[in-house]
T-cell receptor, first 112, second 113 residues
Framework: DAKTTQPPSMDCAEGRAANLPCNHS???????VYWYRQIHSQGPQYIIH???NNETNEMASLIITEDRKSSTLILPHATLRDTAVYYC?????????????FGSGTKLNVKP | KAGVTQTPRYLIKTRGQQVTLSCSPISGHRSVSWYQQTPGQGLQFLFEYFSETQRNKGNFPGRFSGRQFSNSRSEMNVSTLELGDSALYLCASSFGTDYNEQFFGPGTRLTVL
């Protein structure tokens, strides 16, 4: 079962930052937070992951609260092509690492 | 480098038949995971193979099975198809060790009539 809670949908104006929240209040110490997105029935695409420190790559930033019970994915300048379903996943380290539980995700609508 | 490929991309079967789907991972990846995606249940984990061994398994009936070959290519099989098996079947490959991202293929769209 998914161990994350996300809002079902969000709107964002093109060019503005999109901030997608995720609640993972039961996260364990050895679980990472991963973000993937899926654009209209294509395969999900990796965005970013982190353990407890904030992370940034060319696509996005990941902010994890100090207690690790929630996180926020930030797309700094959303474009129309960022319209997708965004999934927040917690994945345990070790041999179960690839056993992802996807929740319902957040449908991000980027509007012109 | 080439991405994850899945064949066939589309498939139509009738109830009671069986089907085999194929997944070729990214070169060098030893882990292949399979997922089922339906509008009602979302993305659900089926199983993962690593070095020809099933390493993880989701909560699906025994009609769903898989295998992995020495070149890391993987197949999944669904026997005695039911209408509810209509779904997008996705495979994902990774190096299989901690902290590695999974790369997903485009999926196989299975329709059971």
């Amino acid at each position: 079962d998914a161990k994350t809670t996300q809002p079902p949908s969000m709107d964002c104006a093109e060019g503005r930052a999109a901030n997608l929240p995720c609640n993972h209040s039961t996260i364990s110490g050895n679980e990472y937070v991963y973000w993937y997105r899926q654009i209209h029935s294509q395969g999900p695409q990796y965005i970013i992951h982190g353990l407890k420190n904030n992370e940034t790559n060319e696509m996005a930033s990941l902010i994890i609260t100090e207690d690790r019970k929630s996180s926020t994915l930030i797309l700094p300048h959303a474009t129309l092509r960022d319209t997708a379903v965004y999934y927040c996943i917690v994945a345990v380290a070790g041999y179960n690492f690839n056993k992802f539980y996807f929740g319902s995700g957040t449908k991000l609508n980027v509007k012109p | 480098k080439a991405g994850v490929t899945q064949t066939p991309r589309y498939l139509i079967k009738t109830r009671g038949q069986q089907v085999t789907l194929s997944c070729s991972p990214i070169s060098g990846h030893r882990s292949v995971s399979w997922y089922q995606q339906t509008p009602g249940q979302g993305l659900q984990f089926l199983f993962e193979y690593f070095s020809e061994t099933q390493r993880n398994k989701g909560n699906f009936p025994g009609r769903f099975s898989g295998r992995q070959f020495s070149n890391s290519r993987s197949e999944m099989n669904v026997s005695t198809l039911e209408l509810g098996d209509s779904a997008l079947y996705l495979c994902a490959s990774s190096f299989g060790t901690d902290y590695n991202e999974q790369f997903f293929g485009p999926g196989t769209r299975l329709t059971v009539l």
